[in-house]
Each structure stands twice: as structure tokens, then as C-alpha cells.
């Protein structure tokens, strides 16, 4: 369920991005994500940075198309987009809170939180979406510059990324967890 409140603002902008202008989109998409953001805080959770970041991003991308006259391609609002949010993840990185440990800490017990490891398996994960991210940027770079290229091709790409970082987001933690439970059952008892 939090994967898919997580990507629920990025589902409706390119569900929309099909069938609606730009503005439309971007402003559905602020809309669900601050629904998501609402969601979260009814429920007792944190905002999370991504979510916020969205927000504002969906909100400021459609307050600039709309006011100036929608002359953006379908790709280069897109490109607006995957661009904007590999800032955010990187500016997590930056800042020092990997945007996946806002997750991460509603979903393991408290004293996980104290290992080592926890923040460094958020580190990787936020490194593997950045990647992601990275990816889909590289897709809407290719339709501009490559308009030759199949729209399959572009949306393969950003389908492909999602989509793997999306198994390995489930799959990692799960590893880590397993390793660790490998090390102390090999370990010697104290």
C-alpha cells in the first residue's frame, strides 16, 4: 500500500499527461499528492519529503504552464518533472536524510532503527530510485533529441526503471535481513 501511495501522484500525472493539457496534470498530481500528504497525517505519520516535494513541484510546474500559456511539449513537461524530482532525491542525499528512511522508520520495529546498517540500506535504496530517476530523466532526453526514436522506446525506459527500482526497493531490505540473520546464527555464542 505505501508503494502505491508513494507513486499515486506520478500514476495520475502520466495517466493524464495522455488525455489532458499539462496544467491539468501537474495540478491533479499536486492535488494527490497533498491527498496522500493528508492521508498520512490522518493516520498519525509524517510528512515525507518526497511527498511535500512533489507537491510543490506538480503545484510550481503547473502555476508556470498555466501562466505561460501552456507552450511546453508533452516531453518537456516531463522532462520538467523527472528532473525536479531527481533533485529532490539528491537534495535528500545532501541533506543527509535519504527520502526512503521517512518510510522506512513506519515500517520496522524501533530497534532496528538503531542499527548501523538501517541508514545505509536507506542510502542504497535512495541511490537505486536516484537511478531510477536518473533513467527516466535520460528517456525524456532521448524523445526530444532522438524524436525518430518509438515513443515505446521512451516509455519502455522510464517503465523499465520504475519498475526496477520499485523489486528492489522489496527485495534489498528483505536481503539485508536476511544476511544478518545468516551472520548471528553463524556467529559463536557469547
Known sequence: MTLFLILAPFGA??????VASPSLSLFVAAF???AVIAYDVFRGKSVKIL????????????CYDLFSHGNWS?????LAVDG???????ASIVIRVPF??????????PDVLLLPSFKRVNYILTWAWTAAFLLMLVAD????????????VGVGIAFAARNAAVYFTKWYPQYRRSRIAAQAAAAPPA
Not at 500525472?13 to 495522455?18: N, P, V
Not at 511527498?51 to 503547473?62: E, K, Q, R
Not at 508533452?74 to 516531463?78: D, F, G, H, I, Y
Not at 524530482?85 to 539528491?90: D, G, Q, T
Open 84 to 90: 525536479g524530482v531527481l533533485a529532490i532525491a539528491l
Open 51 to 62: 511527498m511535500a516535494s512533489s507537491m510543490v513541484l506538480f503545484g510550481a510546474l503547473g
Open 100 to 109: 526512503t528512511v521517512q518510510y522506512a522508520r513506519e515500517h520496522v520495529a
Open 141 to 152: 532526453i532521448l524523445m526530444i533529441y532522438a524524436p525518430g526514436l518509438p515513443l515505446w
Open 32 to 34: 494527490v499528492a497533498l
Open 74 to 78: 508533452t516531453v518537456a513537461v516531463r
Open 13 to 18: 500525472f502520466a495517466t493524464l499527461m495522455l
